[in-house]
């Protein structure tokens, strides 16, 4: 601690400047830089929403979405997400339980990223199948907004089980510490916003789509 007065300034107050660092523990910001994040993402997401709404109905003369979507399979396809979300929160569990196993842990981990994977792969067999029958992106603003959409969220799970697949190595070469709990917790809001995401395309874009 400095103390210095305002004698040169024609005052006797003195001012006191602290210049000793203050402590910052590891990760202490790291929630509310994530939350930031998150709230980013949002934006992208109401932004990619926006203009589903306003070009949604524009068919360009080809199909929409009553000849293009099954829904038994979107259902099966959301179906494996919300899975994946629920394995991750008994992954979480098993993470705070006393003396948790890192094998019971990745074996929960390996589930989720199986189940996120698998709603992957319905996803680019959806697809392929609509750029098969000539439904591409190209062929309307409808089409266009729709595989922004759709894709971007698909690339936000793409990511987030290559985030998966890291912290699976980092618990068996680390272990169960605050480094690597404050990651899975990271991962855990990511994943589960991305359900969220979801539920908001099922409901507006496939089952608004096929059943207005």
Known sequence: MNAQTHEDFGGATPV??????????????????????LMSDCLIFAILFACYAVLGHSYGGGPGPKQLFELPLVALNTAMLLLSS???GFAMLTLERKG????????WLILTGLFGLAFLCIELYEFSHLIHDGAGPQRS????????????HGLHVTFGLIWLATLV?????????????????CLGMFWHFLDVIWIGVFTIVYLMGVLA
Not at 169 to 185: A, S
């Open 16 to 37: 006191f400047y602290d210049l000793d660092e203050h402590d910052h523990p590891a990760g202490g910001s790291t929630a509310l830089g994530f939350w930031m994040y």
């Open 86 to 88: 629920l394995t991750y």
């Open 100 to 107: 948790a196993s890192v094998r019971a842990v990745q074996g």
């Open 141 to 152: 603003a409808f089409l266009s907004s729709f595989f922004t959409l759709v894709g971007t």
């Open 169 to 185: 190595v980092q618990l068996g070469t680390h272990g169960i510490g605050p480094d690597n709990k404050r990651r899975l917790m």
